[in-house]
């Protein structure tokens, strides 16, 4: 039997590049959204998944801890903007 796996672009899927705010810093954060995963890269060296859940909160799944209010900024760059 094939899994076959819902593999079309979802809304918004792509690349993202933009400045936070992060530990009293600015840095660039990168975003690579694929269906309901969030790919986050801040500074290069900090690293998290985020997953979009069905009633578009957004949950991490992985990586380094990052605060609530780090996690609705993206969100709100990325699914809102």
Known sequence: MIDQKDTTPAAK???YEF???YSEREL???VEKEQN???VFIDN???AELELQPDG???QASGNALPESTIEFIK???MEG
Do not use: A, E
């Open 28 to 30: 660039t954060c990168r």
């Open 45 to 47: 060296n900090i690293n």
């Open 57 to 59: 909160s957004l949950t």
């Open 76 to 78: 709100k760059h990325i």
């Open 19 to 21: 400045l936070i705010n």
């Open 37 to 39: 995963k969030l790919h």
């Open 13 to 15: 899927d792509g690349k």
